[in-house]
């Protein structure tokens, strides 16, 4: 197999990426940009008396990714492989940084940020694209060693506990889901052999059900779900099942083409975290069924292109970091998605490229301009 550095050796003059993964970011941030002013600037209007405020920030974020996916679309897979270390730890670090006194910010009983200028920063925003980068250098480097459990098993799965053991410290119960999904994914991926990887989920699950069941915030939340799915038990709609019952409201209440944009009632104080985690909803209360299937495609559509990007780049890490990358985005839409059907129990999670979020949009931003990078390789060769 031919290694990045060999390919670019090769390569034609001609500098081109996917011009789908190009069309399709676009047509997602162009989205939350729409619906992020339509679910803030009453909200912005009231606490700040600016209606367009939260709007602005949510600009600034965009632009700044934007600048980061041009950068990043630079980055070759050989370098990309090289800064695999350093990337993990500097995102460690930021991680860390949620734990000190003096340098973490905290909101509803989680203290999840880090002041930066003006704004504040999430780490584990990052944390999940640096984690793909070194669990696809990890196994692309040892792929003649994987069957054994000190080269398969053991190496990402100790990443995974020190990263999870600062995310729940946050608390971060989502973030850290996400990951061990993740994980289990680039394993099978990789080529870590099939009883390896069931070990692990077996031993993952086992964990993420202690978690849940010694939390008795998480464990409301998942038994509302499961009264919210059984049609003998009323949901407790002033209490853990409040979210979800107005997320059916807004949503249902869309139909097939919407009650118009802008026009949504369950973002003026019905729904919380409309502009974040529940802002799916608010797309289908506006835009009705056609435009919620709309987003759905577009996100298809960018699966679509990022995985037929990893089987067709001809280098093993590359291969590895654009299936992650595509995971991590299919997977956080998924579970958001999920949420706002009530098909998942509640969590916040955010939807890539629309949900409000500084952290989100710019690495999400960055991580597609890996992509980018990988494609033009592809496309080189």
């Keep these: 197999m031919r290694s990045g550095e060999e390919i670019r050796k090769g390569a034609r003059t001609f500098d ?53 996916l041009l950068l990043c679309s630079r980055c070759g897979s050989d370098l990309l492989a090289k800064a695999a270390p350093l990337l ?11 734990m000190i006194s003096g340098l973490k910010v905290c909101a509803n009983n989680a203290c999840r940020w880090i002041p930066l200028g003006p704004m504040q920063f999430q780490p584990a925003e990052p944390i999940k694209i640096a984690f793909v980068i070194a669990v696809a250098a990890w196994l692309s480097r040892y792929q003649d060693k994987l069957h054994k459990p000190l080269y398969g098993l053991i190496p990402p799965l100790a990443l995974l506990g020190v990263i999870s053991l600062m995310l729940i410290k946050q608390p971060d119960f989502g973030t850290t889901a996400l990951l061990g999904v993740l994980c289990l994914a680039m394993m099978f991926l990789g080529g870590v052999p099939l009883l390896q990887v069931f070990s ?25 779900w499961g009264d919210a799915l059984s049609s003998s038990k009323e949901i407790d709609v002033q209490g853990a099942g409040w979210q979800l019952h107005q997320a059916k409201i807004a949503f ?7 009650i118009g ?78 949420v706002v059907l009530g098909l998942l129990p509640t969590k916040g999670i955010g939807l890539p490229f629309i949900s409000y979020g500084g952290s989100s949009i710019m690495v999400f931003l960055a991580a597609t301009g890996i992509l980018m990078s990988l494609s033009r390789e592809l496309r080189e060769r």
């Design 16 to 68: 081109s990426s996917d011009p789908w993964i190009w069309a399709v970011v676009g047509l997602l941030v162009l989205c939350g940009i729409v619906f992020v002013y339509s679910t803030t600037y009453f909200y912005a209007s009231f606490k700040y008396g600016d209606s367009f405020r939260l709007l602005f920030k949510h600009g600034i974020s965009v632009a700044v990714g934007f600048a980061l």
């Design 261 to 338: 944009l802008g026009a949504s009632t369950q973002k003026s104080g019905w729904l919380p975290e409309a502009h974040t985690d529940f802002i799916f909803s608010v797309v289908g209360e506006e835009t009705g069924l056609i435009g919620a299937v709309l987003v759905l495609l577009l996100f298809a559509l960018l699966v679509w292109r990022g995985l037929r990007l990893a089987e067709r780049h001809h280098d093993e890490f590359a291969q590895l970091v654009a299936a992650g990358i595509t995971l991590v985005v299919v997977i956080q839409a998924m579970i958001n998605m999920g």
């Design 200 to 224: 692990l989920t077996g031993l993952l699950g086992a964990v993420g059900g202690m978690l849940v069941w010694t939390s008795e915030y998480r464990r409301g939340r998942i038994l509302s």
């Design 252 to 258: 249902g209440s869309g139909r097939l083409e919407g």
């Design 88 to 98: 993990m730890l500097v995102s460690m670090a930021l991680l860390a940084c949620t």
